[in-house]
């Protein structure tokens, strides 16, 4: 049982490419996330989905795009990328709403905007 | 919006000894979930331990456990006789009721510094 994973697990992008980062589960988890991670500061949630087909935005979304073709998979998308998406990138899922479980982390992306 | 917030940026403790991370919340809602992350070197998000605000007992995972003080809106972290795999980034995050808000809203994090 692989869980979450994140791929790449590192990238450098210069400013203005665009990028995808992936994110599958193998759990069959209705509820997935993406989070960003800036250092010093806890995660702050950009996009979440409550199944296939179905997204909205969380705290940050300005500067990304994600879709939910699958159950399985999240794909978060930067179009234009800035140094101020410098960060790391975390996608979760969790098994239903309101589940006192918690998340299921991947192990992250680290990205790096020149 | 509820926010979560953890005082200590940074704690250390010698190996074996007791370590109290703290983390208050601030929500209007009776019912909700806390948890406490950790995140070493490796970058992964581990689940140490999750409380229910329903639930009166404090929740107890070996040598992790809660103080959980609903009415102080509080929730702090115990560390029994620390381990060297011990240090790493604590995160308090809080969870919203069923049918209300999805997302985990994290503290600022606590490093933890465990010394030999």
């Known amino acids: 049982n692989a869980g979450v994973t994140q791929t790449p697990k590192f990238r450098i992008l210069k400013i203005g490419q665009s990028m995808t980062l992936q994110c599958t589960q193998d759990m069959n988890h209705n509820y997935m996330y993406w989070y960003r991670q800036d250092p010093g500061m806890g995660l702050k949630l950009i996009y979440y989905s409550v199944g296939a087909g179905i997204t909205d935005k969380g705290e940050v979304p300005n500067g990304y795009n994600v879709s939910r073709s699958t159950t399985e998979d999240f794909p978060l998308r930067l179009e234009l990328a800035a140094p101020s998406q410098t960060s790391v990138y975390f996608c979760?899922?969790?098994?239903?709403?309101?589940?006192?479980?918690?998340?299921?982390f991947g192990s992250g992306t680290r990205l790096t905007v020149v | 919006a509820q926010t979560v917030t953890q005082s200590q940026p940074e704690m250390s403790v010698q190996e074996a000894e007791t370590v109290t991370l703290s983390c208050t919340y601030d929500t209007s809602e009776s019912d909700y979930y806390l948890f406490w992350y950790k995140q070493p070197p490796s970058r992964q998000m581990i689940l140490v331990i999750r409380?229910?605000?329903?639930?009166?007992q404090n929740a107890t995972e070996n040598r992790f456990s809660v103080n959980f003080q609903k009415a102080a809106k509080s929730f702090s972290l115990k560390i029994s006789d620390s381990q060297l795999g011990d240090a790493a980034m604590y995160f308090c995050?809080?969870?919203?009721?069923?049918?209300?808000?999805?997302?985990?809203?994290f503290g600022k994090g606590t490093k933890l510094t465990v010394n030999p």
């Open positions: 979760a899922s969790s098994v239903r709403r309101g589940s006192n479980y918690g998340y299921t």
């Open positions: 995050a809080y969870r919203g009721p069923q049918g209300g808000s999805e997302k985990l809203v």
């Open positions: 409380q229910e605000a329903y639930k009166q």
